[in-house]
């Protein structure tokens, strides 16, 4: 089992660059692939980056690739999400999640531990 919390999320500019982390309390996420999605108001949950155990594997949707990188420090315990030039289209609640073993998934489904999310607002 493992408990996950984010946190980094906040109000920035069109342009910013934020970085979102997630950080197991209970747990060790050494063992458990990492997702990120997002749901923006009236759409469904979407990944934006996925992240094997090793962390030698990433994945992102071709819309995202380049501007969003996922990376982890399984020695701390945390996966971080980092967003450059962000638009107003990235407005949403951010969650990670986390599913044990190796590979990551695609699909929110697929995932059995959830974080509470963190707002992230861009403001044109």
């Known amino acids: 089992q493992v408990q996950l919390s984010e946190s980094g999320g906040g109000l920035v500019q069109a342009g910013d660059s934020l970085t979102l982390s997630c950080a197991a309390s209970?747990?060790?996420?050494?063992?458990?692939?990492v997702g990120w999605f997002r749901q923006a108001p009236g759409t469904l949950r979407e990944v934006v980056a996925a992240?094997?155990?090793?962390?030698?594997?990433?994945w992102y949707p071709d819309s995202l690739k380049g501007r969003f990188t996922i990376s982890r420090d399984n020695g701390k315990n945390t996966v971080e999400l980092k967003m450059n030039s962000l638009t107003s289209e990235d407005t949403a609640v951010y969650y990670c999640?986390?599913?044990?073993?190796?590979?990551?998934?695609?699909?929110?489904?697929?995932?059995?531990?959830w974080g509470q999310g963190t707002q992230v607002t861009v403001s044109s």
């Open positions: 999640a986390a599913v044990r073993g190796g590979s990551y998934y695609y699909h929110a489904s697929s995932y059995d531990y």
């Open positions: 209970v747990g060790t996420l050494s063992t458990f692939a």
């Open positions: 992240i094997s155990s090793s962390g030698i594997s990433t």
